[in-house]
């Protein structure tokens, strides 16, 4: 994924370099300096002249970005990785969300249709592919650790149950912590991206006002192009913060919803299987 995101960022970045490359034509060589002289050269100065002139006007996100400073510019290129890094772990989480509610469901229905637990057990020993069957799978090998002797003594039914609630608590977490991986970089991204786009502004503004003092001239035609670059870093930071900050707090709640299901279920079965328990010793 992260290649993925670099490899889109570099075509971006040739993008935003390729007019600037599409601007220099091949020169050819004269055949007639005189005529080169009377000719070509009256218009050749006016016609560049007016190109820079068009690219120093415009306000586009390519011509921004070219007149921009190379801090800027670096500035720039790393929030528009960020937001490319944050919009993949985005994609990725909402697909295994969905994914790990639809399997949790279909578990469910198999679950409460009537089998027996033996049956369970052997029809879910080679796909523990999600939170809820790995935490019922878990709870089954405790129990059959339980018979394997014979059936166990009344005192040490205490102890079975004490098991079988941890090795599904410890499931729980495990699976919770793959889960919520890389949300602590949707955090970072959506927290971090509108200081590093603050930090591109000041510098802008910064070279904006030695430019103006430099050319003694505060027209807003001289001013407003570099305060665009500089506030267009800002812009680039609030997108990148945004989409992080919205999907990480979804996120946040829809696995606190999931972990509670499964908590849920964990004290269902807990209580089945003890129940189980205390009618074999009986």
């Known amino acids: 994924m992260t290649r993925v995101l670099l490899a889109i960022a570099a075509l971006v970045f040739l993008g935003l370099a390729a007019p600037a490359l599409a601007q220099a034509p091949p020169q050819a060589a004269p055949t007639n300096p005189t005529a080169t002289q009377q000719l070509g050269a009256p218009d050749a100065a006016p016609a560049a002249d007016a190109a820079d002139a068009s690219d120093a006007g415009s306000f586009s996100i390519v ?7 190379i801090v800027v510019q670096a500035v720039m290129l790393l929030l528009l990785l960020a937001s490319l890094w944050s919009w993949g772990i985005i994609f990725n989480k909402l697909a295994l969300l969905s994914a790990l509610k639809r399997k949790a469901k279909r578990f469910e229905k198999t679950f409460w249709s009537g089998q027996s637990l033996d049956d369970l057990y052997q029809n879910f020993s080679n796909r523990g592919d999600h939170p809820m069957a790995a935490m019922f799978l878990a709870a089954m090998r405790e129990w059959r650790r339980a018979f394997e002797g014979g059936v166990p003594k009344e005192s040490l039914l205490a102890g079975i149950k004490d098991r079988i609630d941890k090795s599904m608590s410890v ?3 495990r699976e919770t912590d793959g889960i919520e991986k890389q949300l602590g970089m949707l955090a970072t991204i959506g927290s971090v991206s509108p200081f590093i786009g ?3 502004t000041v510098w802008g503004i910064m070279n ?3 430019a103006i003092a430099a050319r003694h001239d505060t ?5 407003a ?3 665009a670059e500089a506030l267009f870093a800002t812009a680039m930071g609030l997108l990148a913060a945004i989409p992080a900050v919205i999907f990480y707090n979804r996120f946040v709640a ?12 964990a004290d269902e079965f807990s209580t089945i299987l003890s129940r189980q328990l205390d009618e074999k010793v009986k």
């Open 208 to 210: 904006s006002f030695s």
């Open 171 to 173: 499931t729980i977490m």
């Open 219 to 223: 027209t807003l035609a001289v001013v």
């Open 63 to 69: 011509a921004m970005f070219k007149r921009a400073d």
């Open 254 to 265: 829809e696995i606190g919803r999931y972990v509670n299901s499964l908590d849920a279920f």
């Open 198 to 200: 603050l930090f591109g």
């Open 225 to 227: 192009p570099g305060i």
